[in-house]
């Protein structure tokens, strides 16, 4: 987070600006997210109410940070749930396929490694103009997490993606 010339932006990492609040009046606030050149204006209200917005946001528009912080109304968490609460993830780790979550696909956890070191994840969504599908593999290397996109044709288990990756020295695709 940074105060700067009267706004509050929010940082993902110190390259890469998730969003920014201005103030517009005594009681009202602006919610706006990065999009090319310009702004994308997401919530005019107060500050508790932008704030809901940025930490209720499921579709990736923030990157990540909403499905993290919202409370489940379901019984079974989400895949960033599990992946940051229960195998440690850090979110700047999470947030990496930032392309994919900018266009609204959906993480499901695939496979977990025995030792909770290795984690499969595919990213799915359906359109008009048809499906995508992508696989990362978040993986625990010297004591850090990565994530690590995958060639289509080599995801299918971890211990693909890993024989793929080994033999592009870790890699990724794209």
Not at 11 to 36: F, Q
Not at 79 to 86: E, F, M, N, P, S
Request: glycine share 6%.
């Amino acid at each position: 987070m940074q105060l700067a010339r009267g706004r509050l932006y929010l940082w993902r990492e110190p390259d890469d600006l998730m969003a920014r609040i201005t103030p517009l009046g005594p009681r009202s606030m602006l919610l706006e997210s990065p999009r090319r050149n310009s702004w994308t204006e997401h919530k005019r209200s107060q500050l508790a109410t932008v704030l809901k917005v940025s930490e209720g946001d499921t579709q990736g528009t923030f990157h990540v940070l909403g499905s993290l912080v919202a409370k489940q109304r379901k019984s079974k968490p989400s895949a960033q749930i599990v992946l940051h609460r229960d195998l440690k993830i850090p979110v700047r780790v999470l947030a990496e396929p930032k392309y994919w979550y900018s266009m609204h696909r959906k993480p499901a956890i695939a496979e977990v490694s025995d030792t909770k070191d290795r984690v499969l994840v595919r990213f799915a969504t359906d359109g008009i103009s048809g499906s995508f599908h992508g696989t990362c593999l978040y993986a625990l290397r010297d004591g850090e997490w990565g994530c690590y996109t995958i060639e289509p044709s080599a995801s299918e288990t971890i211990s693909s993606a890993e024989k793929w990756l080994d033999k592009r020295d870790w890699e990724d695709w794209g």
